[in-house]
């Protein structure tokens, strides 16, 4: 395969029957490791196995592809098909936050963790309409060669590599966490040294190959992730109600839920105050927040640079819109199977576990709860005494588990279901391989985003222009080291709340870049002076408005204004004295942690951090209006090459040197 | 200059394709969402799936697949009609 990669023309032909056997090849290896569990072979080493042989894979795929070519690096060589570029942006996009924490959500929120499914499917519309297919046009390597173009040069140039780092670096550090959790749960390491054993696979993919090793080991990624993904859930579907598509026989389940919820209340299982109901609206967030968070979510996916990089890899402006397509409908088939793992686990521990007799409690949840993923009664449920103990020691508890009693950590909904169906081992092993696959496959993309952007746009563009092909994949590939290191040392300090982070780095890139991007190919009146201004206001405002909630809440509300959110249900303000938290020892002080009573949860007009582009892309928006007004018209060469980008046919803007 | 008024209805039509599709997102990233209350009230027969969950689980997922399939032949038509399509290899 090493000599067909680098000759291009017969591998393309081919990869129709080259990931054709690979997807078979995948499924012989899993039953082979049925057999082996049926023969005895502990689960210890199953799972070993499972991650070690998927890693090796990815591993052979990113040192076949090995390229010394800059195209190929930077882009592929702009040769990959649409369906399977599609295929590669689905792996790039569905994050561990997707693949684990996404049915968690759903299940903690019900309807509005929605808003995630929204917010993460609907973008792909703004990126085919507005943004996508005119960045290739452009024949960019990166999001900045676009900007630097449009806007006079390096200065843009600059501000936009500041947006795309802060951007993928809170993003990629998510990852790598993400990475580190799936190791350590199934191998049983420690998490530091998991969290640099997941580095070492994601560059053994990138380092080598660039963009070209990148797309090929990725959508090998996403045919693990989404067999592992659908397997569970559609042999449970099939058990429970005989019709092997979960997506449409988890209404059933949630006609349940809601008829049971009533029981609950009744039976004094559950109190108005602590059930969510599944499908009952804005009872996490307020409808400002649920919309804000669909609205931020969806235009930051048309500004992130390791998606819209993705589609500089086409070999045509055509190709590109159809790769659109498909990206959304790989990522498709997992969203809409999400709700369904939610709707599942949620009927179990409220059928099985909420009004059971203590006695009779599951046995499946035991090996989570040793784990502390699990806790029943303030205590983690590692076993029945253990369960018995700690509930006696709560004065008149009634003897069965109510809803205020159980404690279960998110990330436990997708890896338990193949427990929960009493599925065997294999099952739960391939659903970790699946977690890594996704968690790798994102984070490669944002390294190399990062390490580009770096090597491309800062070393190549604006400190040695003359730089030979040599030294500037050299120098490429040492950027993606460091900054890799980086952010694994991030993840191995445990920042906490990875949904949080993540979203941080969807309203940045919204804030940062979509007004720049949109405006610069729609309006041609858009000047320097008006880009470069809306790029620091808006991206300034949210990063702003992040910082002060999230680090110095106490100045946030003594100097700029900012009151307590409030709770959505009732609409009394979640702080309930501010004064009193303000007078609290460290209230003024920076950098306070997570459970300080004021971080995160102050603001203007009650608005969640995670929706800050919400006040970033319409200053952004409005900053670049006046400003450009103000100014005088481009100039007619740069509205003339505008025109070009508008047209699919003919060469594109930027010709590299290869 | 018949090459820049072939250009500018190109670029006329291009635009009004997308304002349809901004406005088809617009309906079903959000405006469909501001009335699940009462959607909810309706049960999708068989399936059980009360209709205002639904349609933020599923069906505006659906809506956004197939517009962009749709988007991909509509653009590319139009990019034809104008002779500014790329050739076909």
């Given at each position: 395969?090493?000599?067909?990669?680098?000759?291009?023309?017969?591998?393309?032909?081919?990869?129709?029957?080259?990931?054709?056997?690979?997807?078979?090849?995948?499924?012989?290896?899993?039953?082979?490791?049925?057999?082996?569990?049926?023969?005895?072979?502990?689960?210890?080493?199953?799972?070993?196995?499972?991650?070690?042989?998927?890693?090796?894979?990815?591993?052979?795929?990113?040192?076949?592809?090995?390229?010394?070519?800059?195209?190929?690096?930077?882009?592929?060589?702009?040769?990959?098909?649409?369906?399977?570029?599609?295929?590669?942006?689905?792996?790039?996009?569905m994050s561990a936050a997707s693949f684990v924490g996404m049915a968690g959500t759903l299940f903690l929120l019900?309807?509005d963790g929605l808003a995630w499914v929204l917010g993460w499917?609907?973008g792909?519309?703004?990126?085919?309409?507005?943004?996508?297919?005119?960045?290739?046009?452009?024949?960019?390597?990166?999001?900045?060669?676009?900007?630097?173009?449009?806007?006079?040069?390096?200065?843009?140039?600059?501000?936009?590599?500041?947006?795309?780092?802060c951007c993928s670096f809170t993003y990629v550090t998510a990852q790598v966490y993400g990475?580190g959790i799936?190791?350590?749960?199934?191998?049983?390491?420690?998490?530091?040294?998991?969290?640099?054993?997941?580095?070492?696979?994601?560059?053994?993919?990138?380092?080598?190959?660039?963009?070209?090793?990148?797309?090929?080991?990725?959508?090998?990624?996403?045919?693990?992730?989404?067999?592992?993904?659908?397997?569970?859930?559609?042999?449970?579907?099939?058990?429970?109600?005989?019709?092997?598509?979960?997506?449409?026989?988890?209404?059933?389940?949630?006609?349940?839920?809601?008829?049971?919820?009533?029981?609950?209340?009744?039976?004094?299982?559950?109190?108005?105050?602590?059930?969510?109901?599944?499908?009952?609206?804005?009872?996490s967030y307020t409808?400002l927040n649920f919309f804000g968070i669909i609205l931020c979510m969806m235009v930051g996916t048309?500004s992130l640079?390791?998606?819209?990089?993705?589609?500089?890899?086409?070999?045509?402006?055509?190709?590109?819109?159809?790769?659109?397509?498909?990206?959304?409908?790989?990522?498709?088939?997992?969203?809409?199977?999400a709700?369904?793992?939610?709707?599942?686990?949620?009927?179990?521990?409220?059928?099985?576990?909420?009004?059971?007799?203590?006695?009779?409690?599951?046995?499946?949840?035991?090996?989570?709860?040793?784990?502390?993923?699990?806790?029943?009664?303030?205590?983690?449920?590692?076993?029945?005494?253990?369960?018995?103990?700690?509930?006696?020691?709560?004065?008149?508890?009634?003897?069965?588990?109510?809803?205020?009693?159980?404690?279960?950590n998110t990330d436990?909904i997708?890896?338990?279901?193949?427990?929960?169906?009493?599925?065997?081992?294999?099952?739960?092993?391939?659903?970790?391989?699946?977690?890594?696959?996704?968690a790798?496959?994102t984070a490669?993309?944002l390294?190399?985003?990062?390490?580009?952007?770096?090597?491309?746009?800062?070393?190549?563009?604006?400190?040695?222009?003359?730089?030979?092909?040599?030294?500037?994949?050299?120098?490429?590939?040492?950027?993606?080291?460091?900054?890799?290191?980086?952010a694994?040392?991030t993840a191995?300090t445990k920042p906490s709340d990875i949904l949080a982070m993540v979203g941080w780095a969807f309203s940045l890139a919204m804030a940062g870049?979509?007004?720049?991007?949109?405006?610069?190919?729609?309006?041609?009146?858009?000047?320097?002076?008006?880009?470069?201004?809306?790029?620091?206001?808006?991206?300034?405002?949210c990063i702003f408005y992040l910082v002060i909630t999230r680090y110095f809440p106490?100045?946030g509300?003594?100097?700029?204004?900012m009151?307590s959110l409030l709770n959505p249900?009732?609409?009394?303000?979640i702080i309930?004295?501010?004064?009193?938290?303000?007078?609290?020892?460290?209230?003024?002080?920076?950098w306070p942690t997570l459970a300080h009573p004021l971080a995160n949860k102050v603001g203007w007009?009650n608005l969640n951090n995670i929706a800050c582009g919400l006040l970033g892309?319409?200053?952004?928006?409005?900053?670049?209006?006046?400003?450009?007004?103000?100014?005088?018209?481009?100039?007619?060469?740069?509205?003339?090459?505008?025109?070009?980008?508008?047209?699919?046919?003919?060469?594109?803007?930027?010709?590299?040197?290869? | 200059?018949?090459?820049?008024?072939?250009?500018?209805?190109?670029?006329?039509?291009?635009?009004?394709?997308?304002?349809?599709?901004?406005?088809?997102?617009?309906?079903?990233?959000?405006?469909?969402?501001?009335?699940?209350?009462?959607?909810?009230?309706?049960?999708?027969?068989?399936?059980?799936?009360?209709?205002?969950?639904?349609?933020?689980?599923?069906?505006?997922?659906?809506?956004?697949?197939?517009?962009?399939?749709?988007?991909?032949?509509?653009?590319?038509?139009?990019?034809?009609?104008?002779?500014?399509?790329?050739?076909?290899?």
């Amino acid at each position: 395969m090493a000599t067909q990669a680098a000759g291009g023309g017969d591998f393309i032909k081919n990869l129709g029957r080259i990931y054709g056997m690979y997807t078979g090849g995948f499924l012989v290896f899993v039953l082979f490791l049925a057999l082996l569990e049926w023969a005895g072979v502990p689960n210890r080493y199953l799972g070993y196995l499972f991650v070690f042989f998927t890693l090796a894979v990815y591993a052979v795929i990113g040192i076949a592809s090995r390229t010394a070519q800059v195209s190929e690096y930077y882009v592929a060589g702009r040769q990959v098909p649409a369906l399977y570029n599609g295929m590669a942006t689905g792996a790039d996009w569905m994050s561990a936050a997707s693949f684990v924490g996404m049915a968690g959500t759903l299940f903690l929120l019900g309807y509005d963790g929605l808003a995630w499914v929204l917010g993460w499917t609907g973008g792909y519309v703004l990126v085919s309409v507005l943004v996508g297919p005119y960045l290739r046009k452009f024949g960019a390597y990166t999001v900045p060669d676009f900007m630097a173009f449009r806007y006079g040069g390096n200065f843009a140039r600059f501000l936009a590599v500041i947006v795309l780092v802060c951007c993928s670096f809170t993003y990629v550090t998510a990852q790598v966490y993400g990475t580190g959790i799936i190791a350590s749960r199934f191998l049983g390491m420690d998490f530091t040294i998991a969290v640099y054993v997941g580095l070492a696979g994601i560059l053994v993919c990138s380092m080598l190959g660039g963009m070209k090793a990148v797309t090929w080991t990725q959508i090998a990624q996403y045919i693990v992730l989404i067999v592992a993904y659908l397997t569970p859930i559609v042999i449970l579907s099939t058990m429970q109600y005989g019709i092997p598509i979960p997506e449409l026989t988890y209404g059933k389940a949630i006609a349940d839920i809601t008829a049971r919820e009533g029981q609950m209340l009744q039976q004094g299982l559950a109190t108005a105050a602590n059930l969510k109901a599944h499908i009952e609206p804005f009872t996490s967030y307020t409808p400002l927040n649920f919309f804000g968070i669909i609205l931020c979510m969806m235009v930051g996916t048309a500004s992130l640079p390791h998606i819209l990089m993705r589609y500089f890899t086409t070999p045509s402006v055509r190709e590109a819109r159809q790769s659109v397509a498909w990206s959304l409908f790989f990522i498709f088939l997992l969203y809409f199977s999400a709700p369904a793992y939610a709707a599942f686990s949620k009927l179990e521990v409220y059928t099985n576990i909420i009004g059971r007799d203590l006695s009779q409690i599951r046995p499946w949840m035991f090996s989570w709860g040793e784990l502390g993923l699990i806790q029943i009664c303030g205590k983690n449920a590692a076993s029945l005494e253990a369960v018995m103990e700690a509930c006696k020691a709560i004065a008149g508890h009634p003897g069965v588990v109510r809803l205020q009693d159980f404690v279960i950590n998110t990330d436990v909904i997708v890896l338990s279901t193949p427990e929960i169906a009493g599925l065997p081992y294999v099952i739960s092993g391939l659903v970790a391989a699946g977690g890594l696959a996704a968690a790798l496959s994102t984070a490669d993309g944002l390294l190399l985003a990062i390490a580009n952007a770096l090597s491309h746009d800062i070393y190549y563009k604006m400190l040695d222009p003359n730089a030979p092909a040599f030294r500037r994949l050299l120098v490429a590939r040492i950027l993606l080291l460091i900054v890799a290191v980086g952010a694994a040392y991030t993840a191995s300090t445990k920042p906490s709340d990875i949904l949080a982070m993540v979203g941080w780095a969807f309203s940045l890139a919204m804030a940062g870049n979509f007004p720049a991007l949109v405006m610069g190919i729609w309006w041609k009146r858009t000047t320097t002076a008006g880009a470069i201004a809306g790029i620091i206001a808006g991206f300034g405002i949210c990063i702003f408005y992040l910082v002060i909630t999230r680090y110095f809440p106490g100045v946030g509300v003594k100097y700029f204004g900012m009151t307590s959110l409030l709770n959505p249900v009732t609409g009394a303000p979640i702080i309930q004295d501010l004064n009193a938290a303000m007078a609290l020892p460290n209230a003024m002080e920076s950098w306070p942690t997570l459970a300080h009573p004021l971080a995160n949860k102050v603001g203007w007009f009650n608005l969640n951090n995670i929706a800050c582009g919400l006040l970033g892309a319409p200053l952004g928006f409005l900053t670049i209006i006046v400003v450009s007004l103000m100014g005088k018209e481009p100039s007619k060469e740069l509205q003339s090459l505008i025109d070009e980008i508008r047209k699919p046919r003919g060469r594109t803007i930027l010709e590299e040197k290869t | 200059m018949a090459q820049s008024t072939n250009d500018e209805a190109h670029w006329k039509k291009t635009t009004n394709l997308m304002w349809l599709h901004l406005g088809l997102w617009l309906f079903f990233g959000y405006v469909v969402h501001f009335f699940v209350k009462p959607l909810n009230t309706i049960t999708i027969p068989i399936l059980e799936f009360p209709l205002g969950f639904y349609m933020a689980a599923q069906g505006s997922l659906i809506a956004f697949v197939v517009m962009l399939f749709v988007f991909a032949k509509q653009q590319d038509a139009i990019d034809r009609e104008f002779g500014v399509a790329e050739d076909d290899k």
